[in-house]
């Protein structure tokens, strides 16, 4: 079965680079992109996720508060949800967690780096089903 993969980000160049890299180390991975808050929800609504990576910094609603609701649905209620942000404080690491997210990356990010980091993760939560 193809792994469904979401990642949110209000840049259109950060999405593609990160689409092109999971689409050429992982092809059995299916690759949903959404530039914001409410897109994304539309996606998860409808798409059992297994991995979903939000950037923080999004105009509208940030990516904390879609964490939040993200773990309301139940197509990512249980999907690991990592965090991806330029500006790492303890505040955010804090709010973060406490919107219900598993880990927290910072940019700028090596793309390869991130392709086996999110493997890793899907893998550790495909041994846990």
Same mark, same amino acid.
């Given at each position: 079965?193809?792994?469904? &993969?979401?990642?949110?980000?209000?840049?259109?160049?950060?999405? $593609?680079?990160?689409?092109?890299?999971?689409?050429?180390?992982?092809?059995?991975? &299916?690759?949903?992109? =959404?530039?914001?808050?409410?897109?994304? #929800?539309?996606?998860?609504?409808?798409?059992? %996720?297994?991995?979903?990576?939000?950037?923080? $910094?999004?105009?509208?609603?940030?990516?904390?508060? %879609?964490? !939040?609701?993200?773990?309301? %649905?139940?197509?990512?209620?249980?999907?690991? &949800?990592?965090? %991806?942000? =330029?500006?790492?404080?303890?505040? !955010?690491?804090?709010? $973060?967690?406490? =919107?219900?997210?598993?880990?927290?990356?910072?940019?700028?990010? !090596?793309?390869?780096? #991130?392709?086996?980091?999110?493997?890793? &993760?899907?893998?550790?939560?495909?041994?846990?089903?």
């Amino acid at each position: 079965m193809p792994i469904q &993969i979401m990642f949110v980000d209000d840049e259109p160049n950060t999405v $593609s680079v990160v689409k092109m890299v999971i689409g050429l180390n992982q092809p059995k991975w &299916i690759f949903h992109s =959404a530039y914001d808050g409410a897109q994304a #929800l539309e996606i998860a609504a409808r798409t059992p %996720l297994d991995f979903v990576m939000l950037d923080i $910094s999004m105009p509208g609603m940030d990516g904390i508060e %879609l964490c !939040r609701r993200l773990r309301q %649905l139940p197509t990512t209620a249980q999907a690991p &949800i990592v965090m %991806l942000t =330029a500006l790492d404080t303890p505040q !955010r690491r804090e709010q $973060s967690k406490a =919107a219900g997210a598993d880990d927290f990356w910072i940019k700028p990010f !090596r793309p390869t780096q #991130l392709s086996r980091d999110i493997a890793k &993760i899907i893998e550790a939560r495909t041994a846990k089903l």
